[in-house]
């Protein structure tokens, strides 16, 4: 049962879910726009007798998390794109090595230093590898600050489910802006036993070892194939999204985070003018919501496509592969830490609805 | 018959895959046997490196992550931060501790992490064919400082226990060599004071071991060790840099008194 709703910023938020999914390890370094998941960490772990590290770069930060994941506990990092590019030596090797770790990244505008406004500019890094080698991480988009802190609990457990990163794609715009959050009496942990862990034998007949390294190419490759096996499970089972009026859709948006909450607006002004737009909002980013797209496009009333990203245009890449040449796909994105006016999506809009194909992707 | 000698049960077995005349062997069988005579086997993780002793989670036989190169230091402090009743360790070389995670190891001594490195020095990188390392002493040829090391151009060897020592989150710091059954000895103190001090929560504890590498330096084992006594000793001296003034046998004393009250 949820209790009264309490005003919060949405990287406190964050925090708050991290401690109450159980949580007790927090190693992070100072980025906008952040930084307040590392306070709130600051303070409340010491409080409950937790661990929390500044550590001296995020380098370090990652390495302290891919220790503590190692030795058996829930564990924890946040960053923005800059420093989740520090991070990526880490994350591969987690990967490698199968722990369980949450990694947050409030992105902001890139490349380089690029700005501290928001952006979706990291949906490459964050779905397609980000660091060296073959892997996956499973990355989930929320859209509000109760979705922040309802995923954020999920996603430890899904860490945990799959020893892997799971990651929490936000931006700058979710990360700072203060929403009513309902949080509930009793968080649904899922905590498998952990095994494996290098915790000390304490009586164990074998050491266990967490390593990622494979020398002999066929042990290598044989390990490769157990995370792409795994991969698979998570594909099957573990997408989410949001679909909204897709039944009767003439063009159908594709929109996530803060992204998607702009399009809603604008799917009510287009109706005004009777234009039917629906929505597909992908939670999961990896994995992507591939078949509900494919499904949708090979519906007769929908004639066509819109993605819409604070970027030059990348998960639109994953859209058009789910829409398979079925029908035009078209990209609008705004860039530089902007986000796109409602007005902008409407007038792109009205264009597609006009004419579905003018204007579309190859 | 009467067992006189048996091989340490801190080690695995499994037998080594270093180079003949390497000193390798020699640290991992004595922090083994000091791991079994404190009776910590059980209760110790190591962190192994990247470099020629990547696998030497294959060799110890207590719990091991294997970390990222340079970042034993970080992932240790990740580990023990949650292990706080364990005894956590990082075995890197030069290459590793010195070179890449130079912010990684002055860091964890800085904040005084409760995990004791054990850094071998054989001024050279091994693994990867002989390259030069931080701690390359001048005019030492390399395959990267094929006409030695010239300090107006590939700068100046690090001496990193004098760098660590200053530090106030450093307990114990201490530089040995195993060129001989003394040295080799004071090398298996040493190892057995900084897991004292650490199980003693008085801060970062390390030992720098100065180490031979016959195959990167082009020579016999037995002049490898000449070439150390000769040439390393006089660059990297020998000796306590930190905590000369714990009195072990006390901070023993307590640690067994400690954990006999805990039983009792």
Redesign the interface.
């Known amino acids: 049962m949820a209790s009264k709703k309490v005003l919060m910023k949405g990287n406190e938020v964050i925090a708050e879910a991290a401690i109450r999914a159980g949580c007790r390890n927090y190693f992070g370094y100072p980025i906008t726009p952040q930084t307040e998941v590392m306070h709130y960490m600051a303070k409340k772990m010491v409080q409950i007798g937790g661990n929390f590290v500044q550590a001296e770069s995020e380098v370090a930060a990652i390495n302290m998390v891919y220790g503590a994941a190692a030795a058996g506990f829930r564990v924890m990092t946040s960053s923005s794109s800059p420093g989740i590019s520090l991070k990526q030596e880490g994350i591969s090797y987690i990967a490698g090595a199968e722990l369980p770790a949450v990694v947050v990244n409030i992105v902001r505008a890139g490349p380089g230093l690029g700005g501290i406004q928001p952006s979706q500019g990291d949906y490459f890094q964050a779905c397609k590898g980000g660091g060296h080698g073959d892997y996956r991480n499973l990355v989930i988009a929320p859209a509000s600050v109760q979705e922040l802190y309802e995923l954020t609990v999920e996603a430890f457990n899904l860490a945990d489910k799959y020893r892997m990163t799971c990651m929490i794609l936000g931006d700058g715009t979710l990360g700072q802006m203060m929403e009513p959050v309902a949080f509930r009496d009793v968080e649904p942990i899922v905590e498998p036993e952990k095994p494996w862990a290098a915790c000390g034998r304490g009586g164990r007949a074998e050491h266990n070892t967490v390593t990622s390294i494979y020398i002999q190419p066929d042990d290598l490759e044989r390990k490769n194939l157990e995370l792409v096996e795994k991969y698979k499970i998570i594909e099957r089972d573990e997408v989410r999204y949001e679909a909204i009026g897709l039944e009767d859709a003439e063009i159908v948006i594709v929109a996530f985070s803060t992204c998607s909450r702009i399009c809603r607006n604008v799917i009510r002004q287009a109706a005004e003018k009777g234009i039917k737009v629906g929505m597909i909002r992908p939670i999961t980013l990896w994995p992507f919501p591939k078949q509900i797209i494919r499904d949708t496009a090979a519906l007769p009333n929908v004639k066509a496509f819109l993605d819409i990203e604070l970027s030059a245009g990348q998960m639109v890449e994953d859209v058009q592969i789910a829409v398979k040449g079925q029908k035009p796909v078209h990209f609008f994105g705004r860039m530089g830490g902007n986000l796109p006016m409602q007005k902008e999506i409407l007038d792109k809009i009205i264009a597609i609805h006009e004419d579905p194909n003018k204007e579309a992707l190859d | 018959m009467a067992v006189v000698f048996e091989a340490t049960k801190g080690l ?1 077995g499994k037998p080594f895959h270093y180079c003949p005349g390497c000193t390798h062997g020699i640290i991992h069988r004595l922090i083994a046997e000091v791991m079994c005579e404190m009776g910590i ?5 190591s ?2 490196s990247v470099g020629c002793s ?2 030497s ?2 060799y ?9 190169h340079g ?1 034993a230091p ?10 706080k009743d ?1 005894v956590v360790f990082t075995y890197q070389g030069d290459g590793d501790l010195a070179s890449i995670g130079a ?2 190891i ?2 964890a001594a800085a ?1 005084g992490e409760k995990i004791t490195a054990f850094f071998i020095n054989n001024a050279v990188y091994g693994m990867t064919s002989g390259q030069m390392a931080p701690t390359t002493l001048l005019g030492q040829v390399t395959t990267t400082s094929p006409f030695g090391r010239d300090a107006s151009y590939q700068g100046y060897p690090i001496n990193v226990s004098e760098m660590i020592a200053p530090l106030t989150g450093a307990a114990y710091v201490e530089r040995v060599c195993l060129t001989d059954y003394k040295n080799i000895m004071a090398a298996k103190k040493a190892i057995k004071q900084a897991f004292l001090a650490q199980q003693a929560n008085l801060g970062f504890t390390m030992v720098e071991f100065l180490s031979t590498c016959p195959t990167n330096w082009g020579k016999e084992p037995l002049e490898a060790m000449d070439w150390l006594k000769e040439k390393m000793i006089p660059q990297y001296p020998l000796g306590v840099f930190k905590g000369e003034e714990i009195d072990f046998k006390k901070v023993e004393a307590d640690l067994k008194a400690a954990k006999e009250g805990a039983k009792a």
């Open positions: 695995t086997l059980e209760d110790t993780v962190v192994a990547y696998n989670y294959e110890f036989a207590c719990d091991a992550v294997q970390a990222a970042r970080a992932v240790a402090t990740g580990i023990k931060r949650n292990l364990k912010a990684e002055i860091h904040r």
